[in-house]
């Protein structure tokens, strides 16, 4: 199954950046309420750059390796970069197998792709997501 | 022992699993069955516990009622509204038959989750009408602040939510028996948790999670020594047992149509007459009335009194066909014996076959006998999501999460499980079917 690409199942074992850390700037809890998964995420900004994204995450290893991928890509870069990403990330997700995602912006959140087949799943997928955008307006930062 | 004093006298002993050959015969009646899924797999339907499907009979029934009789029940004088109004109240009798009901203790509800709010409603209406003084209100459904509501740590949203609610609305408190760490209620909290202060014990038949069949007759005996009424959830007991509902010595019972095979848009609200009549209604408008004049209303009796609108007339019917269909599924009225019995068997196989799996962790009973046909397990190390998933790949259709029982999923430690739900048309080789997909879950994710 296209699902579970191995690039995904090495995110969910190995995930990057986990764990929550100081100091960080705003803290969100987002659930999925149809399987109980959670999240817990940390944003710490230095003026307009994502310094640091630090997580807890509770979930399968689609919603495990999304949060993963999330850190590798938002992390030292600016609030409009990660809200970009966030926009492709998004798109791809949702366009029920359409949208393969473009490497250059999404890294290894292409793999990912399968995702958008698995209309149940895609939740999954972006619920550090949701977190994420929730912990910038949190921030106060201009979007 | 639990099941001897939860079923009905006459279907209790000891009836056969379906014969490979019934089996087959049975499967020929649901059309879906035949279907594949995830490229040309042939359909492992093992979440019935969330919907069961549908045989020929009940489709049948319900197109037969659109082309040949369709009006709208219980109005109008003409000869489509009679027969519709006929095929309506022969679905009732037919349903309040198959819990050991008359027919007239039968409420049609748009599902379980519904008859169950109607009945916490009946509470705070009640309340509601003696505080104001606006209305005459039984004293068993008057709140008072102090007076308790009693639920389990094991039910289904739909049986806790609404008991919440009422709380807010009326100032009473909520409170719950525990669960076991095999699974059972927690009986040492029955003389804890309940005291003359409880107005209303409810707790389900069977949990829609662990499995677990409840001892119905004590819980029902030991609300009623405090002056509660109690509510059973028999959303997971009647389509899998037989249940003789006034035998079991409770007030109120709900149940759902489509997890019985028969259609959605239907559920069931029993209660002993008597525990209608002094209920306020739920719902209002068309119906339900007796008269109607500007400054106030009277009631219909029950049943009527809680179906308001132009009903599900057609669900109904199709319901009807459902439950025929059970019944006939054994000779001489052993339908549901038969069914409780095969499906005993394919959790007996289940159980044997996931204890042999270290890495597998069953939720609930360990036997068979205080079981119904659900069975809840994690795997270590892989969310139920991603079981669920690499087992739709091989075709096979289970429930993952926390099946709206998340706070005993809580009670578990555990975020969501995987759980195997029968009926009547599951094979022993479906159950092989779900423990290979296991060990390949394991492959993937080890």
Same mark, same amino acid.
């Given at each position: +199954?296209?699902?579970?690409?191995?690039?995904?199942?090495? @995110?969910?074992?190995?995930?990057?950046?986990?764990?929550? #850390?100081?100091?960080?700037? %705003?803290?969100? @809890?987002?659930?999925?309420?149809?399987?109980?998964?959670?999240?817990?995420?940390?944003?710490?900004?230095?003026?307009?750059?994502?310094?640091?994204? $630090?997580?807890?995450?509770?979930?399968? $290893?689609?919603?495990?390796?999304? %949060? $993963?991928?999330?850190?590798?890509?938002?992390?030292?870069?600016?609030?409009?970069?990660?809200?970009?990403?966030?926009?492709? +990330?998004?798109? +791809?997700?949702?366009? #029920?197998?359409?949208?393969?995602?473009?490497?250059?912006?999404?890294?290894?959140?292409?793999?990912?792709?399968?995702?958008? #087949?698995?209309?149940?799943?895609?939740?999954?997928?972006?619920?550090?997501?949701?977190?994420?955008?929730?912990?910038?307006?949190?921030?106060?930062?201009? %979007? | 022992?639990?099941?001897?004093?939860?079923?009905?006298?006459?279907?209790?002993?000891?009836?056969?699993?379906?014969?490979?050959?019934?089996?087959?015969?049975?499967?020929?009646?649901?059309?879906?069955?035949?279907?594949?899924?995830?490229?040309?797999?042939?359909?492992?339907?093992?979440?019935?516990?969330?919907?069961?499907?549908?045989?020929?009979?009940?489709?049948?029934?319900?197109?037969?009622?659109?082309?040949?009789?369709?009006?709208?029940?219980?109005?109008?004088?003409?000869?489509?509204?009679?027969?519709?109004?006929?095929?309506?109240?022969?679905?009732?009798?037919?349903?309040?038959?198959?819990?050991?009901?008359?027919?007239?203790?039968?409420?049609?509800?748009?599902?379980?989750?519904?008859?169950?709010?109607?009945?916490?409603?009946?509470?705070?209406?009640?309340?509601?009408?003696?505080?104001?003084?606006?209305?005459?209100?039984?004293?068993?459904?008057?709140?008072?602040?102090?007076?308790?509501?009693?639920?389990?740590?094991?039910?289904?949203?739909?049986?806790?939510?609404?008991?919440?609610?009422?709380?807010?609305?009326?100032?009473?408190? =909520?409170? !719950?028996?525990?669960?076991?760490?095999?699974?059972?209620?927690?009986?040492?909290?029955?003389?804890?948790?309940?005291?003359?202060?409880?107005?209303?014990?409810?707790?389900?038949?069977?949990?829609?999670?662990?499995?677990?069949?409840?001892?119905?007759?004590?819980?029902?005996?030991?609300?009623?020594?405090?002056?509660?009424?109690?509510? =059973?959830?028999?959303?997971?007991?009647?389509?899998?047992?037989?249940?003789?509902?006034?035998?079991?010595?409770?007030?109120?019972?709900?149940?759902?149509?489509?997890?019985?095979?028969?259609?959605?848009?239907?559920?069931?609200? !029993?209660?002993?007459?008597?525990?209608?009549?002094?209920?306020?209604?739920?719902?209002?408008?068309?119906?339900?009335?007796?008269?109607?004049?500007?400054?106030?209303?009277?009631?219909?009796?029950?049943?009527?009194?809680?179906?308001?609108?132009?009903?599900?007339?057609?669900?109904?019917?199709?319901?009807?066909?459902?439950?025929?269909?059970?019944?006939?599924?054994?000779?001489?009225?052993?339908?549901?014996?038969?069914?409780?019995?095969?499906?005993?068997?394919?959790?007996?196989?289940?159980?044997?076959?996931?204890?042999?799996?270290?890495?597998?962790?069953?939720?609930?009973?360990?036997?068979?006998?205080?079981?119904?046909?659900?069975?809840?397990?994690?795997?270590?190390?892989?969310?139920?999501?991603?079981?669920?998933?690499?087992?739709?790949?091989?075709?096979?259709?289970?429930?993952?999460?926390?099946?709206?029982? !998340?706070?005993?999923?809580?009670?578990?430690?555990?975020?969501?499980?995987?759980?195997?739900?029968?009926?009547?048309?599951?094979?022993?080789?479906?159950?092989?079917?779900?423990?290979?997909?296991?060990?390949?879950?394991?492959?993937?994710?080890?």
């Amino acid at each position: +199954m296209d699902l579970y690409a191995e690039l995904i199942l090495e @995110h969910s074992k190995r995930p990057h950046g986990a764990g929550l #850390r100081d100091p960080f700037d %705003a803290e969100v @809890h987002h659930v999925n309420p149809t399987c109980g998964d959670e999240v817990t995420l940390r944003l710490d900004l230095d003026g307009d750059t994502v310094r640091d994204v $630090s997580y807890d995450a509770l979930g399968c $290893s689609i919603s495990r390796a999304s %949060a $993963s991928v999330l850190h590798e890509l938002v992390v030292g870069r600016s609030v409009a970069d990660g809200l970009a990403v966030h926009t492709a +990330m998004r798109a +791809m997700l949702t366009s #029920r197998g359409t949208d393969p995602g473009d490497e250059d912006v999404l890294g290894d959140g292409v793999a990912l792709a399968g995702v958008s #087949r698995y209309p149940a799943r895609v939740k999954c997928a972006l619920l550090s997501w949701m977190a994420f955008t929730d912990a910038l307006g949190r921030a106060s930062v201009p %979007a | 022992m639990t099941l001897s004093s939860t079923s009905a006298p006459a279907a209790d002993t000891a009836a056969e699993p379906f014969t490979d050959a019934e089996v087959a015969a049975i499967r020929a009646d649901f059309p879906i069955l035949a279907r594949t899924v995830r490229d040309g797999r042939p359909l492992v339907y093992l979440d019935s516990g969330a919907t069961s499907q549908k045989p020929r009979a009940v489709l049948d029934a319900e197109r037969d009622f659109y082309e040949r009789h369709n009006a709208a029940v219980h109005r109008g004088a003409h000869q489509l509204a009679e027969e519709a109004t006929d095929a309506y109240e022969a679905a009732r009798a037919a349903v309040a038959g198959f819990v050991g009901a008359p027919a007239d203790e039968v409420v049609f509800t748009k599902n379980a989750t519904e008859s169950l709010n109607l009945v916490a409603h009946a509470f705070s209406s009640a309340t509601a009408y003696r505080a104001l003084g606006t209305a005459e209100a039984d004293d068993r459904f008057v709140l008072r602040p102090g007076d308790e509501v009693v639920v389990t740590e094991m039910e289904h949203h739909a049986n806790l939510v609404p008991w919440q609610e009422l709380c807010r609305r009326t100032g009473a408190t =909520l409170r !719950w028996l525990g669960v076991t760490d095999d699974g059972h209620l927690d009986l040492a909290d029955l003389d804890r948790v309940l005291s003359p202060r409880t107005r209303v014990l409810a707790t389900t038949h069977v949990s829609n999670v662990l499995g677990t069949i409840t001892p119905v007759a004590e819980l029902a005996a030991a609300a009623h020594r405090v002056g509660a009424l109690f509510v =059973l959830d028999a959303c997971q007991s009647v389509p899998h047992l037989p249940v003789d509902l006034p035998g079991l010595g409770v007030d109120l019972a709900a149940f759902s149509g489509h997890k019985m095979l028969g259609p959605s848009g239907v559920g069931l609200l !029993w209660g002993r007459a008597e525990v209608l009549d002094a209920m306020p209604p739920f719902l209002t408008g068309g119906s339900m009335i007796e008269t109607v004049r500007m400054e106030g209303s009277t009631y219909a009796p029950a049943p009527q009194k809680f179906e308001a609108g132009v009903p599900m007339a057609a669900q109904a019917v199709g319901l009807h066909a459902a439950v025929d269909h059970l019944t006939a599924l054994g000779a001489d009225g052993t339908g549901m014996a038969r069914v409780e019995a095969h499906e005993r068997r394919l959790v007996g196989r289940l159980l044997d076959a996931l204890g042999e799996l270290p890495w597998v962790r069953v939720l609930g009973p360990a036997g068979t006998a205080e079981r119904g046909a659900v069975v809840s397990f994690v795997v270590d190390d892989v969310h139920a999501h991603d079981v669920g998933q690499v087992l739709d790949d091989d075709g096979i259709a289970v429930r993952v999460g926390h099946h709206c029982a !998340w706070p005993l999923h809580r009670r578990f430690g555990v975020a969501a499980t995987t759980r195997v739900s029968f009926g009547p048309y599951n094979t022993v080789g479906e159950v092989d079917a779900v423990v290979a997909g296991l060990h390949r879950v394991r492959e993937v994710f080890a």
